[in-house]
């Protein structure tokens, strides 16, 4: 049977959405089955590299699960979330020895993109088709809500790893996953995508399970609805502006 350990990060302001989607879940996969041992806390300060790999020590030396699955406490999420990314690592098939990363479908945002799924490849194309004249992982649109989606690196706020792939990144008994001091291009990459990428080199398939949504927990919700609704608003300025 998989055997999973939850995980987060605590900074001090922990949302009490968060909270209730920690029990919901607890509750089901308690009853389920999945769950090894009770959720671990870690408080963190601002350095979520340093944060992250304190938590993947933690659950390869205090825990014997199979799985960790960490989750930002700006989240939120169905009580089922774990069995569904469970069932998506389970039945998707894999590059190695050991099985997929999987993360749910999480968005992010910037005032210069707006708001942006938290996925990306280094092939990625524009919302207009058009390419990238490098090979920096970006966001990409070219997937459908349920979609299993194969990725270089995704963001590390809902993220099923295997023990099996943090034990493959330990060095002198020290996680190492999330570093970002690694470079791409001369730019400093944050530890969601640094750790993707080194997970990528190492033959690890990534998968984002589009159907298994995390809302983020901002000025609002960002979740899929939020985002067609802003893609809605630029396709509506975008017809005013041509008009004019």
Not at 151 to 173: I, K, N, Q, S, W
Not at 197 to 221: N, P
Request: one cysteine or more; hydrophobic letters at 40%; charged letters at 30%.
């Amino acid at each position: 049977m998989n055997t999973a350990v939850v995980a987060w990060l605590d900074h001090g302001d922990t949302r009490g959405v968060f909270t209730a989607c920690m029990v919901a879940l607890g509750v089901y996969s308690t009853v389920n089955r999945h769950l090894a041992a009770a959720p671990v806390r870690l408080e963190h300060g601002p350095l979520l590299d340093v944060g992250r790999d304190k938590l993947v020590d933690k659950f390869i030396t205090q825990t014997d699960a199979d799985w960790l699955l960490m989750v930002d406490s700006d989240m939120a999420f169905e009580p089922d979330a774990l069995q569904r990314l469970l069932d998506t690592a389970n039945t998707t098939p894999t590059l190695l020895d050991t099985p997929p990363i999987v993360s749910g479908l999480a968005y992010s945002s910037t005032l210069e993109t707006g708001q942006y799924p938290a996925m990306y490849k280094r092939d990625a194309v524009r919302r207009d088709g058009t390419s990238y004249d490098d090979d920096y992982p970006r966001s990409f649109y070219d997937w459908e809500l349920g979609d299993i989606v194969d990725v270089d690196a995704t963001g590390a706020a809902c993220l099923l790893v295997h023990r099996d792939v943090y034990m493959g990144m330990r060095e002198d008994d020290r996680s190492v996953a999330f570093d970002r001091t690694i470079r791409l291009d001369g730019r400093l990459l944050g530890e969601d995508m640094a750790f993707g990428l080194k997970a990528r080199e190492l033959g690890h398939r990534i998968v984002v399970d589009t159907g298994v949504e995390f809302r983020h927990i901002k000025y609002g919700f960002l979740d899929h609805d939020s985002y067609l609704r802003q893609e809605i608003a630029r396709d509506a300025q975008r017809i005013a502006d041509a008009a004019d």
